[in-house]
């Protein structure tokens, strides 16, 4: 079992920066594919960013590149996810997750977390 406890969630104007962090328990955490995923009111959850188990490998959405970056501290047990220039669309509720495949669908992972919020204004 693995608990995951997202962070860092809040109130931005558009054009600024938030870094959301997920706390996970357990000792195999490094043994763990991480994702971020997000959900706006009315609408599908989404796929925003994973990285291996190493740190090695990331992949981001489309609308994410180049504006968010997803990175790991095996030894602390958390992986982050930097946005930056944010925009009113990216007000969602971000959650992370863990699982064991390299995945960009959201039913491919085990765990996830409870969700933090993030509200972008204009």
């Known amino acids: 079992q693995v608990q995951l406890v997202e962070s860092g969630g809040g109130l931005v104007q558009a054009g600024g920066s938030l870094r959301l962090s997920c706390a996970a328990s357990?000792?195999?955490?490094?043994?763990?594919?991480m994702g971020w995923f997000r959900q706006a009111p009315g609408k599908e959850r989404e796929f925003v960013a994973v990285?291996?188990?190493?740190?090695?490998?990331?992949t981001y959405a489309d609308s994410m590149k180049g504006r968010f970056t997803i990175s790991r501290d095996n030894a602390k047990n958390t992986v982050y996810l930097q946005m930056n220039s944010l925009k009113p669309e990216d007000t969602a509720v971000y959650y992370c997750?863990?699982?064991?495949?390299?995945?960009?669908?959201?039913?491919?992972?085990?765990?996830w977390g409870q969700g933090t919020e993030v509200t972008v204004s204009s």
């Open positions: 990285i291996s188990g190493s740190g090695g490998s990331t």
């Open positions: 357990g000792h195999t955490f490094s043994s763990y594919v």
């Open positions: 997750a863990a699982g064991s495949m390299y995945a960009s669908k959201y039913d491919l992972y085990d765990y």
